[in-house]
């Protein structure tokens, strides 16, 4: 079993900051791209950010220069960073990754954390 655990929502004021985790565990071999998605209420879900095994990044435009996603491949975790947030980014953000698992090593499957919710209003 896989799982995915995220944590660091909440509601933060415009301007202010948040910083999520999101926690694989379980029998993983290993890890290559990790990400974060976010699905606000009527809208579709939509990338925000990825990081490669290597380190490489990848951002949506509207969270260029504000937004960090960062990864510890110690711990199976990876992290996103938001600054200057806006009413906009209000949404349920979800962290994915792209992972070999122990009981089939040379398969690659998308697993999906529970989602936490970030909430911008002041």
């Known amino acids: 079993q896989v799982q995915l655990v995220e944590s660091g929502g909440g509601l933060v004021q415009p301007g202010g900051s948040l910083r999520l985790s999101c926690a694989a565990s379980?029998?993983?071999?290993?890890?290559?791209?990790m990400a974060w998605y976010r699905q606000a209420p009527g809208k579709q879900r939509e990338l925000v950010a990825s990081?490669?095994?290597?380190?490489?990044?990848t951002y949506a435009d509207s969270v260029k220069a504000r937004f960090t996603i960062s990864r510890d491949n110690a711990k199976n975790t990876v992290y996103l960073q938001m600054s200057s947030l806006k009413p906009e980014d209000t949404a349920v953000y979800y962290c994915?990754?792209?992972?070999?698992?122990?009981?089939?090593?040379?398969?690659?499957?998308?697993?999906w954390g529970q989602g936490t919710q970030v909430t911008v209003s002041s």
């Open positions: 990081v490669s095994g290597g380190g490489s990044t």
């Open positions: 379980g029998s993983i071999f290993s890890i290559n791209v």
């Open positions: 994915n990754a792209d992972l070999q698992p122990t009981w089939a090593p040379n398969n690659q499957f998308r697993y």
